[in-house]
C-alpha cells in the first residue's frame, strides 16, 4: 500500500463551523465539449463533510477528462477524483492535510496542491492563505538519530560536491556512523524512510511534508499519526 498525503498550513484564523458551512455549501459546474461534440457536466464538490471538535474532515470530488489514444483516436472518458482532507487545529495554527487521490498517479503533487488552492479560495476567497510547510532538516535529523536502526533510506539535497545534486543511504549503508556524518557535512536530509514502530507502519517524510505510507494502515490510523506526529515537526 502506498498512500501519499500532504501538510499545509492555514495562515489565517480560521472558525471552523463557518468553515464548515462554506465548503458543505460548496459546487462548482463546468460544461465540457468532448472531440466527438458530447457535452459533458463536469462537477467539483466536498462531501461527507464532518466537524468533530477541532477538525474538519471532508472528501473533494472533482470531475475531469481522461484522453487516450485507441486505435489512432482519442478516446476522451470522465473520471471523478476524491481526495480526502482534514483541517486540524494544533495549538494556535491552523493544518490542512490531504490525501492523494488513489487515481493520481504521477499527479499526487499537482492535485493535492490543487485541493489546498481550492479551498482557500473557498474559504478566504483568495489561494495565497494555505501554503507549504517545511520541517526542518535538524528536525528530521533528530528523527533519524533517535532510532538508527529504524531508518530505511536518507536523501540529501542542497550537497556542495560539484556535479552532485543528490546523495542517498541506504540498507547497511545507515548503520555506518562515518559516512552519515561525511554526507551531514556536504548536504541536508531532504527525504527519510523509516519504521514507526510503536505503530508497525513504514513511512516516508520530505521536508516540504509529503508522508508518504509503505505499509498496510487504516486511512484514519495514518492520519492520525499525521497529527500527532508530524505536525508537532513543523517549523
Not at 475531469?64 to 494556535?92: A, C, H, L, N, Q
Amino acid at each position: 500500500m502506498v498512500l501519499p498525503a500532504k501538510v499545509f498550513e492555514i495562515k489565517e484564523e480560521v472558525n471552523l463551523f463557518f468553515a464548515a458551512q462554506k465548503l458543505k455549501n460548496f459546487r462548482e459546474e463546468e460544461q465540457y465539449t468532448t472531440v466527438s461534440g458530447e457535452t459533458i457536466n463536469l462537477v467539483s464538490e466536498i462531501l461527507d463533510l464532518k466537524i468533530d471538535g477541532e477538525t474538519i474532515s471532508g472528501v473533494f470530488s472533482r470531475d475531469f477528462v481522461r484522453s487516450r489514444i485507441y486505435k489512432r483516436k482519442i478516446i476522451e472518458t470522465p473520471v471523478t477524483e476524491e481526495s480526502p482532507f482534514w483541517i486540524k487545529k494544533f495549538g494556535d495554527r491552523y493544518f490542512l492535510i490531504v490525501l492523494a487521490p488513489s487515481t493520481a498517479r504521477g499527479l499526487k503533487k499537482l492535485l493535492t496542491n490543487y485541493v489546498a488552492n481550492k479551498i482557500s479560495k473557498i474559504l478566504f476567497i483568495k489561494p495565497n492563505v494555505i501554503l507549504e510547510v517545511e520541517i526542518p532538516h535538524e528536525n528530521l535529523k533528530a528523527l533519524h538519530e533517535s532510532n538508527p536502526q529504524a531508518t530505511k533510506l536518507i536523501w540529501f539535497d542542497n550537497v556542495d560536491i560539484p556535479g552532485v545534486e543528490k546523495l542517498c543511504l541506504a540498507g547497511s549503508d545507515l548503520t555506518d556512523t562515518s559516512l552519515y556524518q561525511e554526507y551531514l557535512r556536504h548536504g541536508k536530509i531532504w527525504y527519510v524512510v523509516f519504521e514507526v514502530q510503536r505503530r508497525g507502519i513504514v513511512v516516508g517524510v520530505t521536508r516540504n511534508c509529503v508522508v508518504t505510507l509503505f505499509s498496510k494502515s487504516s486511512v484514519e490510523d495514518f492520519v492520525n499519526y499525521i497529527m500527532e506526529d508530524i505536525l508537532p515537526l513543523i517549523r
